[in-house]
């Protein structure tokens, strides 16, 4: 090759980013409803922070006239807010909501004919198993049991529940899962547990756990909640937001966020609400939730996508939220890696787990909203040079991740074998992997066919322990190729006893254990060998397995994981997570009717019955970056080095 590989690249993507949508911003009539409405104000004082609030003191969009939320006595949640909800209601709002791909009905054939093309041995969820599920439910009523949902405060929706099927209770759960801000949905409540004591912050709205919720909703053709979460959300992004002083990057999304009703000022008489959001300030640890500024994009993508109404990502508010996320993103750093350099727990694994670095679910989620974002921005003056940098980085991202982060046999005996101390620019062992750091556990565990991508790579270090997120969203987004992808659901179906055994899924394999697990975790007793998020197994991982299983035209295996989840999991009580080696136990510390176990579920079933659907979360690669990808494969990687040639152009 001629050319250089980055000029190459360069000059493959120049002005790559065709212009999807002609738009004419100013035309969104949502635009006007949520610009002028609502206003920001400083109302509390919390030691040396100032915490800004989002009030509400007038009603969006679907309000005639002002609004002040009375009291009402007590939270917001649930069925008290739907109530409240009827009254508030105008009837704009469903004459607002936009046409789209109605997926809710005619598409149950598919699963069932499926099922028997699939031969699944009866064990899916096919309406024999249904009934066995309601014989078996009702001999629990017989014998005294507590019921589904029988516990504490429950109603008798509850009861209802238990004779419908499991996917009827999960709906109804779900919706009584819905938090409420001055009428309107905004999103679900992390968990909906009558019987903790120890609620924490699982009464908030969580970005993260919102996203099966979201696609469920969609999915099902209720548009109206995501869109709220994704315009509500970027109200928050634009937060003052400080920690001792220290203020983290313009841009980052809030971990979660609660809506709170306080005193109006002034008058003591009224209530106003207010959101109250987490940028990490106030979590556990501290920890930077790094990942909900992905997710909101690959969201938004998805909400396009579903209901066709591209207004939402067409609007400039919405455009330069992505933009900011970009921004912070691509931001020049010290790395010499195109991955995400972050501190530990800043993803789902919200906790020290010795996955600070380049954590591969970070990278997983990093190219799939850089895929979705380029998708979705509007070109226009002064964005060229962020389009760019945002090509460069997804070549660069990609090879790094299948180059450096697969393993499988193979590679294994390479890395077996490696020199190390190679100082040179054409190095085999780039990273100085002493072979020792190689685990007995692997060497047994790795499978003849299969491989799957490891959890981190840093100087001399590979983390090489499977963490399920990462590895399902490199199937889902690309990141992984299309032989890795299949050589990752072929490590699932070998390793099913390890990763999905009696519930569904592994969150990382294997656990931390003895001073391994002192060392990493600082001994965290929530994090023990093979509970929480050390080799625990949470439901909600159904749902990221079913749109890979989609993706690659596979979805007998995750009919299979649905119908070991079925088995249980409204029983339980729809947990967390489960423990122990093979989940055999529900979580020594896992919540009850955790919303993202219960919308997972719904999404997983919803994707089996409409595999198409699993459209609006995956991406591809399009022909201008395959051929960068190729050009920067095939270049000699002993690259010319030497002062940068002035055609050649990195711009962040
Ligand atoms: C725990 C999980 C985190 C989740 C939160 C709310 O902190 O680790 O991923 O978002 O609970 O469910």
């Known amino acids: ?86 009254l508030l209601r105008c009837k704009c709002e469903r004459a607002e909501s936009v046409s789209g791909v109605g997926m809710d009905e005619g598409n149950g054939a598919w699963f069932v004919d499926s099922a028997k093309k699939l031969n699944l041995n009866g064990s899916i969820n096919s309406p024999n198993i249904l009934e066995f599920e309601a014989v078996e439910q009702l001999k629990r009523e017989k014998e005294g049991l507590t019921s589904n949902g029988t516990v504490g405060t429950g109603t008798s929706t509850f009861h209802k529940a238990s004779v419908d099927s499991i996917e009827d209770e999960a709906w109804e759960l ?18 909906n547990d009558p019987t903790s004591s120890n609620v924490l912050n699982y009464d908030q709205v969580f970005i993260r756990d919102f996203i099966p919720s979201g696609i469920a909703f969609l999915l099902k053709g209720e548009y109206d909640i995501v869109r709220n ?108 890696f195109p991955t995400l ?148 659901l072929d490590l699932i179906e070998a390793k099913w006893a390890d990763l999905v055994a009696d519930m569904p899924f592994k969150i990382c394999y294997p656990a931390l254990e003895g001073r391994e697990w002192q060392i990493i975790t600082g001994s965290d007793p929530k994090n023990t060998p093979w509970s929480y998020h050390n080799g625990g197994s949470w439901p909600t991982l159904l749902w990221q397995l079913t749109v890979a299983c989609m993706k690659m035209n596979r979805p007998e295996i995750a009919a299979k994981a649905i119908s070991v989840a079925e088995k249980r999991i409204s029983r339980d009580k729809w947990p967390e997570y489960y423990d122990t080696k093979k989940a055999r136990f529900i979580g020594k510390q896992s919540h009850l009717f955790q919303t993202w176990s219960i919308a997972g579920y719904l ?25 960068a990808f190729s050009c920067m494969i095939s270049a000699n990687p002993r690259r010319k080095r030497g002062p940068k040639s002035l055609k050649q152009t990195y711009i962040v």
């Open 1 to 86: 090759m001629s050319m250089g590989t980055s000029e190459a690249v360069l000059h493959v993507l120049s002005g790559a980013v065709p212009r999807l949508f002609s738009s004419d911003l100013c035309s969104s009539n949502l635009d006007l409803v949520f610009s002028s409405k609502y206003h920001i104000k400083s109302v509390n004082k919390k030691g040396s922070s100032y915490m800004q609030r989002f009030k509400c003191l007038r009603l969006a969009r679907c309000q005639i006239g002002s609004y002040m939320c009375k009291p009402l006595g007590g939270g917001l949640y649930g069925n008290r807010a739907i109530g409240r909800l009827k």
């Open 174 to 191: 779900l919706r009584d899962s819905m938090v409420y801000y001055c009428g309107s949905p905004i999103g679900t409540i992390a968990a």
């Open 229 to 336: 979460f994704i315009l509500h959300t970027l109200q928050l992004q634009s937060w003052e937001k400080t920690m001792d002083c220290h203020s983290p990057g313009q841009g980052l999304m809030p971990a979660s966020f609660k809506v709170r009703t306080v005193p109006l000022d002034g008058d003591d008489s009224a209530t106003e609400e207010v959101l109250d959001p987490d940028f990490g300030e106030a979590a556990i640890g501290r920890v930077a939730p790094v990942d909900s500024g992905l997710w909101w994009i690959i969201l938004l993508r998805a909400y396009g996508k579903c209901s066709g109404d591209l207004s939402v990502q067409e609007r400039v508010d919405v455009q330069t939220g992505i933009k900011m996320i970009l921004r912070l993103c691509l931001a020049d750093g010290f790395d010499m």
């Open 341 to 488: 350099l972050v501190t530990d727990g800043s993803c789902m694994i919200d906790r020290r787990m010795g996955i600070h670095g380049h954590p591969l679910e970070i990278q997983a989620l990093f190219y799939s909203a850089l895929l979705c974002a380029r998708e979705m921005l509007t070109p226009e003056d002064g964005s060229a040079d962020l389009i760019r940098a945002l090509n460069n980085r997804l070549v660069a991202l990609s090879f790094h991740i299948r180059e450096y982060y697969w393993i499988d046999m193979r590679k294994l005996n390479e890395i077996y074998r490696y020199k190390t101390e190679e100082y040179s620019y054409d190095a085999v062992n780039k990273f100085n992997i002493y072979p020792d750091q190689i685990s007995p556990w692997l060497v047994e565990w790795m499978p003849n066919k299969g491989g799957f991508l490891i959890g981190n790579l840093q100087p001399a270090h590979m983390d090489f322990r499977f963490f399920s997120l990462g590895n399902l969203w490199a199937v889902a987004s690309g990141l992984a190729t299309t032989d890795q992808s299949h050589a990752i």
């Open 603 to 627: 999404v997983a079933k919803l994707l089996l019955a409409d595999p198409n659907a699993a459209k609006i979360l995956t991406t591809e690669e399009d022909s201008e970056l395959v051929n």
